[in-house]
C-alpha cells in the first residue's frame, strides 16, 4: 500500500487553498444573479419560498431546511441600526448578499494567509454556502452544488495541526483524505455506469459525443471545433470515457503506488478535456481537487509548476522544521532510498508498459475495432453490466479496500506523529475512527443505491443507518452522483428564444448572455461562471409546455419592464422603449459546418419555429392567474437594482486583491531562497 505514513501536507495546502477559490468562484456567482433569481423581485423569491414552507407546517426549522436566512427579519433589524439606507431593501434579498459578501470575504482572507486556514473559516464557508442552497429551489439542483457542500464538509476536517511547531497529519486528516479519494471514486464510477444502466442507445453505439458537443448546456469556441472531429475519433473518445471513468477509478485503490498514479491521471485527464470543451462553471475544477487526493506530496511536488506552487504562500516554510535538531540525520540514513536511479527509470517503465497493455487490452476486449470504425456493438450487453460493475463483487471490493487504506493511513501517521498515550490523543483517535466509519457507511448507502435503481439493493440492511441517511439528507454531506446519464439533442438542439414589441406587430428577439439565441452570436467561454438562469432555459427547452413558475415569472416581469429581470438581458432591441407584447418560440439548433461558416461566419442553424407562447401583452390575465396558482405574488411596481449590488464593485476588488496575493508569495518564495 505504500509506503507508511507517505506526505500529504502539499495535497493539504493545495486542496485547502482551492476550496478556497472554488468557494469565490461560487459566492461570485450568486452574489451577481441574487436580485434576479432570488430577490424580492427575483424569478423565485425567497420570502414567498420561506411563507410556503411556513404555511406547510415548517417554520424554522434546521432539521429540514437548514438556513440562517430563516432569520433574515431578526438579522437584518440588528444590522439596519449600523447601516440604515439598508431597511429599504427586502431583509431576505439583503442577508443573501451579504452572506456572499461574508463567502467572498473568507475565501480571499484564505488566500491571503494561511492563518485563516482553519477549522472555524471551512465550517463558515460551508454553512453560508448551505444556507443560500437550501433557499435556492430550482436554481441550485445541480450536482455540483451538492457535491460542493459534500467536498465542503470534508474540507472542515482536512485543515492542518500543528505540533511543536511543525504541521502535521494527524488522524482526522488522513481519514478525510481518504474520504475524499472515495468521494473520487464514486463520482466517476457512478457516471461511468450509470450511462450504461440508463439504457441511453448513444452510450451503447458510442455515438455520444456526436451530439454532446453541440447539445450540452453552453458549449464554448472549442466546443464547434471538436463537433467536427472524423466519427471514429469520437467514438474512440467514447470508449475512453468508459476506461477512464470505471478503469481509472479502479486503479486509484490498487496495492501500487505506480498503477494509483496513472489511475488519478487518466481521472485528471477527463476532467481536463471536459474543461476544454465545456462550459461546467466550478464543477470540473472541483473535481480536480478531489482527484488529487489519488496522490501522495512526492508526486504532487515532482509534477506541480512552480508557479502553483508559489501560490501557497509560505508552504514551504511551515513543513521545513524539523521535528527533532539531532535527529536529522538519522531520519536521513532511515529512509535512504536503497534504489540506483537505473533500477528507477526500470520499475517505471516496466509498469508503464504493464499499463499501456491493460489499456489495449480493455479497448480490444470491450470496444472491438468494429464498434469503432464500422457499426458495431460493444462486446457486453446490460446484464453483464449489472452482474459485473453493480451487484457483483467489484464495487464492494472497492469500499473494502478504500476503508483497508483508509485504516491503513491512520494508523501509520497515528504511530508517526500521536505514539504518545494520553487522554486527548486517544479521544482524537477515537473520534476520526469514529467519523471515518459513519461518513463510509452513509455514502456507500447512496453510492450503491444510486448506481441502479431498478436493480440493486443496499448490501447492509441496517435500520440506524437508513435513518441516519435520511436526516442527514439536508446537509448533503454524503450523496449519489452520476453524470450524463441520457445524452440529449438526438434530434437536434432545442432552444427557447424571445421575441418583444412594442406595437404587437413588429417583434425583435432578446439576446442572453451566454445561452445560443441569433445565430450569428459566437461561443464564449463562462466558468467557472455559473449562469444559472441561462442554464435552467436548457432544461426548459426540453419540456414540451412553458409551466415552470420561474419561466412564467420571468415573462411577467420582462413584460413589466422590471429592472431584475432585464438584467438577465444582454442586448434588449427595444432598449429606451416600453415592452408591451412578447412570444416564445422554439428552435431545432444545429452546428454549422466549417465551410458555412467560412462563408456565413455562423455558428448555428437554426429551423423549425414552433410558437410556444403567443403574444402576451402586459395585461395578461391566463399568466396572472398560472402564477397565482403556483402561489407566486403579483407586484406590478418596479423595484430597484438592490443597493449592494449597484455600490459594491466586487470584481474589480477581486481581482485586485488576487493579484496583490500573487505579488506577496512571489516576493516571499524571492525572499526564501535568497
Not at 449592494?644 to 525572499?671: A, M, S
Request: glycine share 4%; charged share 15%.
Amino acid at each position: 500500500m505504500g509506503r507508511q505514513g507517505e506526505n500529504i501536507l502539499l495535497y493539504q495546502f493545495m486542496f485547502l487553498k482551492g476550496m478556497a477559490i472554488i468557494y469565490l468562484a461560487a459566492f461570485l456567482s450568486i452574489f451577481y444573479q441574487i436580485n434576479a433569481l432570488l430577490g424580492y423581485d427575483g424569478l423565485l423569491p425567497v420570502h414567498t419560498y420561506l411563507k410556503r414552507l411556513r404555511n406547510n407546517g415548517i417554520n424554522k426549522d434546521m432539521s429540514n431546511v437548514p438556513t440562517i436566512v430563516w432569520w433574515a427579519p431578526e438579522i437584518m433589524e440588528y444590522i439596519e441600526k449600523a447601516i440604515p439606507s439598508l431597511s429599504e431593501f427586502d431583509s431576505y434579498e439583503t442577508l443573501l448578499h451579504l452572506i456572499c459578501l461574508v463567502g467572498v470575504l473568507l475565501s480571499i482572507l484564505v488566500l491571503l494567509s494561511n492563518k485563516f486556514m482553519n477549522f472555524l473559516v471551512y465550517l463558515t464557508l460551508w454553512f453560508l454556502y448551505l444556507s443560500i442552497f437550501s433557499v435556492g429551489q430550482l436554481f441550485f439542483s445541480f450536482q455540483w452544488d451538492i457535491m460542493l457542500l459534500e467536498a465542503g464538509f470534508l474540507t472542515v476536517f482536512i485543515t492542518p495541526t500543528t505540533r511543536n511547531g511543525q504541521l502535521i497529519v494527524d488522524e482526522i486528516s488522513s481519514v478525510t483524505r481518504d474520504l475524499l479519494k472515495w468521494l473520487c471514486f464514486r463520482l466517476n464510477y457512478a457516471s461511468g455506469v450509470v450511462k450504461l444502466t440508463s439504457k441511453c442507445p448513444t452510450w451503447w453505439s458510442l455515438t455520444a459525443l456526436h451530439y454532446h458537443f453541440e447539445s450540452q448546456p453552453l458549449p464554448n469556441p472549442i466546443s464547434y471545433y471538436f463537433h467536427q472531429l472524423p466519427s471514429w475519433l469520437k467514438k474512440l473518445f467514447v470508449a475512453q470515457n468508459f476506461v477512464t471513468l470505471i478503469g481509472g477509478s479502479l486503479l486509484i485503490y490498487s496495492p501500487f503506488r505506480r498503477f494509483r498514479q496513472f489511475g488519478g491521471l487518466m481521472l485528471l485527464s477527463e476532467q481536463f478535456m471536459i474543461i476544454l470543451t465545456g462550459n461546467y462553471n466550478f464543477f470540473n475544477f472541483l473535481t480536480v481537487l478531489v482527484t488529487l487526493a489519488t496522490f501522495d506530496d512526492k508526486f504532487l511536488k515532482f509534477w506541480t509548476p512552480k508557479f502553483i506552487l508559489s501560490l501557497l504562500g509560505d508552504y514551504n516554510s511551515c513543513i521545513s522544521k524539523p521535528q527533532k535538531k539531532e535527529s536529522k540525520s538519522k531520519n536521513k540514513d532511515k529512509y535512504k532510498d536503497p534504489y540506483s536511479p537505473i533500477i528507477k527509470i526500470l520499475k517505471l517503465l516496466i509498469y508503464t508498459l504493464i499499463f499501456i497493455g491493460m489499456i489495449i487490452y480493455a479497448y480490444l476486449r470491450y470496444f472491438p475495432l468494429e464498434a469503432i470504425f464500422e457499426n458495431g456493438k460493444v462486446n457486453f450487453t446490460l446484464s453483464d453490466v449489472r452482474v459485473d460493475l453493480i451487484n457483483g463483487k467489484i464495487p464492494v471490493v472497492a469500499l473494502v479496500a478504500s476503508m483497508l487504506f483508509c485504516v491503513h493511513n491512520l494508523f501509520c501517521y497515528s504511530l508517526k506523529y500521536n505514539s504518545q498515550k494520553s487522554l486527548i490523543v486517544n479521544t482524537k483517535r477515537l473520534f476520526a475512527i469514529t467519523f471515518g466509519f459513519i461518513m463510509y457507511m452513509l455514502t456507500s448507502y447512496t453510492f450503491f443505491a444510486g448506481l441502479d435503481k431498478e436493480m440493486f439493493q443496499f448490501p447492509l440492511n441496517i435500520p440506524l443507518l437508513a435513518q441516519l441517511q435520511q436526516h442527514s439528507q439536508p446537509f448533503h454531506i454524503a450523496n449519489s452522483y452520476g453524470l450524463f446519464r441520457v445524452m440529449t439533442g438526438i434530434n437536434g438542439r432545442e432552444e427557447l428564444t424571445f421575441e418583444v414589441s412594442e406595437d404587437g406587430v413588429n417583434y425583435q428577439e432578446l439576446t442572453l448572455f451566454y445561452k445560443p439565441g441569433p445565430i450569428d452570436q459566437p461561443l464564449k467561454f463562462v466558468a467557472p461562471y455559473h449562469p444559472r438562469f441561462d442554464w435552467q432555459l436548457w432544461f426548459s427547452a426540453m419540456k414540451p409546455h412553458i409551466n415552470e413558475a420561474y419561466l412564467l415569472n420571468f415573462m411577467f416581469k420582462l413584460i413589466n419592464n422590471k429592472p431584475s429581470a432585464l438584467s438577465l438581458v444582454d442586448h434588449n432591441p427595444l432598449k429606451g422603449k416600453e415592452i408591451n407584447y412578447m412570444l416564445i418560440k422554439k428552435y431545432t439548433y444545429s452546428y454549422t459546418t466549417l465551410e458555412e461558416r467560412a462563408v456565413t461566419g455562423n455558428v448555428w442553424n437554426r429551423k423549425n419555429p414552433q410558437v410556444m407562447i403567443e403574444k402576451v401583452m402586459r395585461v395578461d390575465n391566463n399568466l396572472e392567474k398560472n402564477l397565482r396558482l403556483m402561489h407566486q405574488e403579483i407586484d406590478t411596481k418596479r423595484y430597484p437594482i438592490h443597493i449592494l449590488r449597484q455600490t459594491v464593485p466586487l470584481i474589480e476588488i477581486v481581482w485586485t486583491l488576487l493579484v496583490l496575493i500573487i505579488i506577496k508569495n512571489f516576493l516571499n518564495n524571492r525572499k526564501q531562497k535568497v
